[in-house]
């Protein structure tokens, strides 16, 4: 599950340890052999650790893909949270909200393939995730803050819904980047 940030469990120094091992080598597999490099069972060959050990800490690829993009995540939460303006505060709730989608957008550009495993690979996924409820709830606050009148946590699930991974990925099989971009602002532009 994909953190708040500032929270986290504490864990023992040997399961830190380990942790650390498997998502080094995940990540080594995952650059070398790209999103089919996460079979758990070349991922612990690769960490030198056992297999039980790699189920222990990550069930499935899901839970290994949210542990790989763990810092990422944290660096949007940080920059929607407290960074510049206007993604951070400071800004408009419209221009927050744009730059909010823009980054998002941005996010799977880069890191698409990756986030499609974690939000996918167990059913429910994304909607479980400290992150989905963090983005939901930056979410709601700016669109009450622009319309008072909507039902802004519908909105936000709109807004985010075509932001999941596998809709991204397959709309970007006929449409570039900034083309979503403009039409995510035209979503939330619908009750202008």
Known sequence: MLPIAGSGPVERADAARNRQKIVRAAAK???AKGIDGLALDEVAAEAGVGIGTVYRRFPDKGALAQALLDENEREFQ???ISGPPPLGPGA???QRLKAFTDAYVDRLETHG???MV???ETPMARFVTGAYRLHHSH???LISEIDPDVDAHF???ALLAPLAA???IYQRQSMTAEHIKTGLGDLYRLGD
């Open 78 to 80: 940080e920059a929607f």
């Open 29 to 31: 597999l995952v650059a």
């Open 113 to 115: 393939q990756l986030l």
């Open 155 to 157: 909105r936000a699930d």
């Open 118 to 120: 974690a939000e996918t």
């Open 139 to 141: 979410l709601v606050a």
């Open 92 to 94: 408009p709730a419209t």
């Open 166 to 168: 596998a809709q991204y």
